[in-house]
């Protein structure tokens, strides 16, 4: 069987890693991963395109040794507060055939003057997610093509980027030799990898705590109901480690990712204090910082959802809960910490399982790097046009198939 070669980037603010992968079009198998510590980066956003550019460099070439191929292109994920998201509306009058039928031209002049609408120029559209259609009264069409009517609405989900952002993580990727397949919003890539079909129907949402940002995008009736981005995540938590124990940010960020926990301490018991650099460390004080911090964030995400959609998207009330990705979903013991602060069932996303060397992408930090090589595959968004016929809405199978054709 033919297969093809595919390459995702996740640029992110602690780590880039890139991944190489063979596909026959319905499965995939990894086959080279480079990740290495990014520099460059604040929040998601390229803020020094050299050093960021060497960095996309060295984690492509990493992984172009894995899997002895070059990378030619990728999809590249994108993240920062510059990313913005709303829901957007439009309308057409269906006119020009005689039968009165929806046509796929039709549709695609309905998204484009949709797309178009309020743009402001230093903006350009990442994402247009049509969530449904209207044809005439008829509510929640999916695949409108081929229905008779006069007039033809539509509701989507639009994210949106800052031009200059772009253009900075444009180059730094083809600056480093690899063309630029699509540029995914990162919580759309790992929602690709993690998220089943069920959770997508029923309302879900999918938290990636990395680094520098918390990136969220909440899934109903299978389609991306609302995203966005909080410039709050891991790092602050170390950060508070070092300002709270006066340790300097290595070590910090060392203790956290060694001992950090969010399982809650035995009362009875006196930990022995940590050993550090001569010194001793109550191990109360660096749970209690810790603790405190991933609430808070937590806490934040709720606000911010409950804010944007006034409610109406309350996490809480989310049948599939919230499903967790992202460096920072190693933490101990987080999933139940959200499952008390929410009320609501918390899971954590790990990238499926699938021959190759996937092994070393089990973690939730690699849940965006894996859905960026699905989304390759196949979404709904990225084929949009060229598929609009037969698998308009839904990137269906896509996982299922994965896993039948290669997962162990
Ligand atoms: N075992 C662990 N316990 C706690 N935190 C961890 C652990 N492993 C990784 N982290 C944290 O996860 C964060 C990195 O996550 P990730 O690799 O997803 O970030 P990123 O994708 O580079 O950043 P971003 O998406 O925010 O731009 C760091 O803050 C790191 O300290
Ligand atoms: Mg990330």
Redesign the pocket.
């Known amino acids: 069987m033919k297969t093809n070669k595919i390459g995702a980037i ?8 890139s991944l190489i992968a063979e596909t026959d079009g319905t499965g995939l198998r990894v086959l080279g991963i480079g990740s290495v510590p ?1 520099k460059g ?1 604040q ?2 956003q390229v803020v020094n395109i050299a050093e960021a550019r060497e960095s996309v460099r060295a984690s492509i070439r990493a992984a172009e040794k894995t899997a002895g191929f070059r990378m030619d292109s990728a999809v590249v994920s994108m ?1 920062g507060k510059h990313v913005s998201s709303g829901n957007k509306r439009g309308v057409i009058s269906i006119t020009g055939n005689r039968k009165q039928t929806v046509e796929k031209k039709d549709v695609e002049r309905l998204l484009e003057i949709t797309r178009s609408e309020n743009m402001p120029p230093e903006e350009t559209v990442l994402h247009q997610i049509p969530r449904y259609f209207r044809v005439d009264g008829q509510d929640g069409v999916k695949d409108p093509v081929g229905m008779f009517g006069y007039r033809l609405d539509v509701e989507t989900h639009t994210i949106t980027a800052s031009v200059t952002s772009l253009e900075n993580l444009t180059k730094c990727v083809v600056g480093a030799g690899v063309k630029i397949d699509n540029v995914v919003f ?1 919580p759309l890539a790992s929602a690709a990898s993690v998220l089943t079909e069920d959770e997508k129907r029923d309302g879900v949402l999918l938290a ?8 969220i995008a909440v899934y109903k009736n299978d389609s991306v109901y609302y995203s966005s981005v909080i410039s709050v ?3 602050q ?2 950060r508070d480690i070092s300002l709270g124990l006066g340790l300097n940010p290595e070590l910090s ?1 060392e203790l ?2 060694r001992y ?1 926990s969010l399982i809650p301490l035995p009362q009875t018991e006196k930990l022995k204090p940590l050993l550090v650099d001569g010194e001793e460390i109550a191990y109360e004080d660096l749970f209690d910082i810790i603790h405190i911090r991933t609430e808070e964030l937590l806490r934040l995400v709720l606000l911010q959802v409950n804010n944007d959609t006034g409610g109406e998207l309350d996490p809480s009330t989310l049948p599939a809960g919230i499903v967790f ?4 979903a ?3 013991g987080i999933a139940e910490m959200a499952q008390q602060v929410t009320q609501a069932p918390c899971r954590i996303g790990y990238p499926p399982r699938v021959s190759g060397i996937a092994d070393s992408i089990s ?3 690699y849940a ?1 790097s894996f859905g960026l090589l699905l989304w390759k595959m196949e979404t709904p968004e990225a084929h949009y046009r060229q598929k609009m016929n037969n698998r308009i809405f839904k990137n269906t199978g896509v996982l299922s198939r994965v896993i039948r054709i290669f997962g162990k």
Do not use: F
């Open positions: 996740d640029i992110g603010t602690t780590k880039i890693c990014s980066l929040k998601g993240s990162e990636d705590i990395g680094g520098g940002t918390t990136n995540a891991g790092n938590i170390s960020e956290k990712v950090g990705t992202g460096g920072t190693n933490l101990p973690g939730p930090e965006a």
